[in-house]
């Protein structure tokens, strides 16, 4: 009983903290989608054509907040045990979230060409890939740049926990 009540205390902060991401995923998206909805501010850089700027620079932009739920996360781990690990188990499991809902709708998309099955994909990880829907679906259907959007979110959820991790090593706090 104990053992297994050990595994489950070890695992419990993986289900915890995926929750916590996908918390804060929900908070963002709705003040994302409220404050700047359809109006992307980058939407220039589209415009003047320069479309790989546009992919690379809109979903890096909007996946800057993941940081602070990296942060977070790390912040309400109790236990300093393999911390660094924990917070790059979290990331992974956010990016394969994020990655299979990309790779399902895109298979979807290919086969039913005239669905519009790709916006499913864009209204789960609506800020990172919001950018998309100002674009032509041709455009960004054969773009690998497309994976950035899935890439940056779940990057920057590991570069806030690094952050937080470096604050306890220096021993900003005592944890």
Not at 96 to 106: E, K, N, Q, T
């Amino acid at each position: 009983m104990e053992k297994n009540k050990a595994k489950a205390s070890k695992n419990g902060y993986l289900v915890k903290g995926v929750i916590a991401t996908m918390a804060f995923h929900l908070v963002y998206t709705f003040v994302f989608g409220m404050l700047v909805g359809g109006k992307n501010p980058l939407i220039f850089l589209y415009e003047k054509d320069y479309i790989i700027w546009y992919m690379i620079l809109t979903p890096l932009i909007f996946s800057l907040p993941y940081v602070i739920a990296g942060y977070l996360i790390v912040l309400g781990i109790n236990t300093y045990e393999k911390l660094k690990s924990k917070i790059r188990k979290i990331a992974l499991v956010s990016f394969s979230v994020i990655f299979f809902i990309y790779v399902v709708s895109f298979a979807i998309q290919f086969f039913f060409p005239y669905r519009d099955i790709f916006g499913v994909y864009i209204f789960v990880n609506y800020p990172a890939a919001s950018y998309l829907i100002v674009m032509d679906f041709m455009e960004y259907s054969q773009n690998l740049l497309v994976i950035l959007s899935v890439l940056f979110p779940a990057m920057m959820i590991y570069v806030g926990g690094k952050i937080r991790i470096k604050g306890l090593d220096q021993g900003a706090i005592n944890g």
